[in-house]
């Protein structure tokens, strides 16, 4: 049953450039986040009450791929790379 969402990841090539358009043009607060070293990923984030918008992106390439593991960042990698 479901009850409730937790987060929703949205897949970004620039995530500063993704937090000022939903500043922008949303007027969401992006705040917080950082760089996942181990994995090759980073964020940033949106709170929108109990839950909040991840903007993931990737710095790492290579290390994204490694991280096998990792089903978030070979997720976002899958999506940006579809994307071109």
Known sequence: MLLGIDHL?????SVEA?????ERDLGLAVTGGGRHEAMGTY?????????YIELIGV???ALVRSSLSFAVGNAAMAQLEARG
Do not use: K, S, Y
């Not at 990841?9 to 090539?13: D, L």
């Not at 993704?18 to 939903?22: F, M, N, Q, S």
């Open 18 to 22: 993704a937090a000022e358009t939903l």
């Open 9 to 13: 990841v949205i897949a970004v090539r």
């Open 59 to 61: 710095f790492d390439a």
């Open 43 to 51: 964020n940033r984030l949106a709170f929108l009450g109990d839950t």
